[in-house]
């Protein structure tokens, strides 16, 4: 029995630090839709048909939950389930997507669940039943702009107007289990972060409260 969990344990840790092993365990995580993506912006089709965001209660501090969203040519409302960031380690960029192969310093991601669904799991069997949305971070020089005492998604993201213009494409939850039922929406509008705060990412732990999650 010891040697099956030590195979179990070993099993989990090379699944979860090497996304090559993910598809073995998590078999959407070898879809054809898995995110992230490199975009090559020479082949992005221009639309300019598509319409901005409206965020619903992105000012409130207490709860991400009480976040909604429509618009975007999203089909319907979507609540707010979780953020998170994603950073390279020793002030190495660490984006998960992209653009013409550059990365950029930080990423974050708002995971935003169709109504009436409850949790990812009900929504990925809608083809739009998660919405993701991605801001790149890119480093200011002046002093930091993202400072987060008592976070509100209002402190980070632009004002509606700068939303207008984005990358769009259809994808998946970029970790484990890979839910292959996202519609992605990477923001041009870059956000700024200071090399102070990108060589040592820990400040989000300290500054944001609940719900934390380091995946997705
Ligand atoms: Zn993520």
Redesign the pocket.
């Given at each position: 029995m010891d040697v099956i969990w030590i195979f179990v344990w070993i099993s989990l840790l090379s699944c979860c630090s090497d996304p090559s092993h993910w598809a073995a365990l998590f078999p959407s995580c070898g879809g054809l839709r898995q995110s992230p993506i490199n975009i090559v912006s020479s082949k992005v089709h221009v639309n300019s048909a598509l319409p901005p965001f409206d965020f619903i209660g992105h000012t409130n501090t207490l709860n991400i939950t009480s976040v909604r969203l429509t618009g975007g040519a999203l089909p319907g409302h979507y609540r707010a389930s979780q953020f998170?960031f994603?950073w390279g380690g020793n002030g190495n960029p660490g984006s998960?997507h992209t653009i013409d192969g550059e990365r950029f310093p930080m990423?974050l991601?708002i995971v935003h669940i169709k109504e009436p669904y409850g949790t990812l799991a009900e929504a990925e069997h809608d083809l739009a039943g998660i919405a993701l949305l991605g801001f790149l971070f890119e480093v200011m020089k002046r002093r930091s702009t993202t400072v987060i005492p008592n976070f509100r998604l209002s402190d980070v993201i632009p004002s509606s107007r700068e939303l207008h213009n984005y990358y769009r494409y259809v994808g998946s939850i970029?970790?484990p289990g890979c839910e292959q039922a996202v519609t992605w929406t990477l923001f041009h509008k870059t956000l700024a972060i200071s090399s102070r705060q990108v060589r040592k990412p820990e400040f989000l732990k300290k500054r944001i409260s609940k719900p934390w999650r380091t995946?997705?």
């Open positions: 998170h994603h998960e990423e991601h970029t970790t995946d997705g």
